[in-house]
Structures are given as structure tokens and as C-alpha cells.
């Protein structure tokens, strides 16, 4: 009886000294709460639900949810509505301002220590607003090339193999987007040797997740963490 009582307190405090894994996110409106991005970031949800969308509050979140519910710590949610992961954004508009590649830097820059996990959820915008697709390059890239959603994202995960080599990377993929777009993220997360989810089936409403598609893309996620 002594004995498991020892082997018992052993295990409790080795489940208490155990380390909380850190996260940083980096994404678009589908990422976003007010208050809970950088300052000046756009956001598209707030505490006033839409018309078609009901999530109003950030305890409703993806992110919010999965933190909680995984006993992670965010070191910081660097996510800008409307944003590509390229420089190109909607009508042809020079998005070098808020893409992706241009804020990656921002998200090893939290803490000491790089994050334990970096969540990506990117390339619903390169797809919505038509971004040039360009092709799959790993290598040598041009500032031609970093406007094209293709090459764009192999640059991202390049940057992120070579700054951040102990980081978990997970790419989530959002249902609906080119098919191009989405074989494309998934064949350079198998390049670099880094994880994916495809979503499927989510709930939205004006194209964006609703309490019930935030669920669903929490338990996704947590199902691979």
C-alpha cells in the first residue's frame, strides 16, 4: 500500500512539473477576435454577433477552445483578416503590408524560446481574391515569385524549417478553396516534412466559421494534437 501510494505522488508530480507546450498562430479573419491581435491588425470577429454568423464571443474561437481545451500557452495570435500568405492581394493590390510572408517573422519574435507549435491557417484569401498561383519552388525565389500563392507558401515553410527547426508546424487547410491551392499547401508540408489538416465540412456563415464550424475545427485539430 506504500508503495503505490509513492508510485502514485511520483506520477502526480510529474504530470504537475510537466512543462505547458507553447503555441503561435498565424492567420487570417478566420483567426481573428478583437483585442486578441496585434494593435492595428484588421479583425473580423468581435463581440457583436453578424447577421449570418453567430461566434461573439473569443471563448467561441478555434483557437480559444483548443488552448483550453489542450492546456496549451498562446504566446501570441498573429492573425490579419482579408490577408494572403502572398504579397498579391484582392484586385491585384500589393499586400506585402499584412501577408503572411511579411508577418511570419513577428511570430518567433514572443519569447525567448521558439513556440512548441506554430499553427498556419492560410490561403483561403490567396483563393477567394484570385492571387496569382504560380508553381511550387523551393528555392532561390524572386520578388516576382513571393506575390504568387505557390511559391509564397513554400517560402513560408522554408523560413520556418530554417529559423524554427524544433517547432511543430501544422498547416490547416480550409474546405472550399482551389484545388490547386489546396494540393499545393499539402505537397509543400510533405516537402518540409510538416504536418497538415484538411478541413472538411466546416460550418459558416458569410464564409466564416460559425460556433458550430469553431468546434469542429478545434476537435479537428486536437485529434492530431
Known amino acids: 500500500m506504500k508503495r503505490l501510494f509513492i ?22 479573419s478566420y483567426s481573428t477576435f478583437d483585442g486578441f491581435v496585434p494593435e492595428g491588425f484588421a479583425i473580423w470577429y468581435d463581440s457583436n454577433a453578424k447577421a449570418e454568423n453567430d ?5 467561441q474561437t478555434w483557437w480559444y477552445r483548443l488552448i483550453r481545451k489542450e492546456g496549451l500557452k498562446l504566446l501570441g495570435n498573429n492573425s490579419y483578416s482579408g490577408s494572403t500568405v502572398c504579397n498579391t492581394g484582392y484586385d491585384g493590390e500589393d ?4 501577408s ?45 515569385d513571393l506575390k504568387q500563392a ?7 515553410l522554408d523560413y520556418y524549417k530554417t529559423y524554427a527547426p524544433d517547432s511543430r508546424v501544422v498547416n490547416i487547410i480550409n474546405d472550399g478553396l482551389k484545388p490547386e491551392i489546396t494540393e499545393g499547401i499539402v ?13 472538411e465540412g466546416i460550418d459558416k456563415g458569410w464564409g466564416h466559421p460559425t460556433v458550430k464550424g469553431m468546434q469542429q475545427i478545434c476537435d479537428a485539430l486536437a485529434d492530431i494534437l
Not at 505537397?187 to 478541413?199: F, I, Q, T, V, W
Open 7 to 28: 508510485i502514485l505522488t511520483v506520477l502526480l508530480l510529474a504530470v504537475s512539473c510537466r512543462e505547458q507546450k507553447t503555441v503561435v498562430i498565424l492567420g487570417d
Open 95 to 98: 499586400y506585402s503590408d499584412r
Open 100 to 144: 503572411f510572408i511579411t508577418r511570419m517573422p513577428q511570430t518567433l519574435g514572443y519569447a525567448a524560446e521558439h513556440p512548441n507549435i506554430i499553427l498556419i491557417f492560410g490561403g483561403t484569401n490567396d483563393s477567394w481574391s484570385d492571387a496569382p498561383l504560380g508553381e511550387l519552388k523551393f528555392a532561390d525565389w524572386t520578388v516576382e
Open 55 to 59: 461566434v461573439c464571443a473569443v471563448e
Open 150 to 156: 505557390l511559391p509564397a507558401y513554400c517560402y513560408m
Open 187 to 199: 505537397a509543400a508540408a510533405e516537402h518540409y516534412g510538416m504536418e497538415y489538416l484538411r478541413l
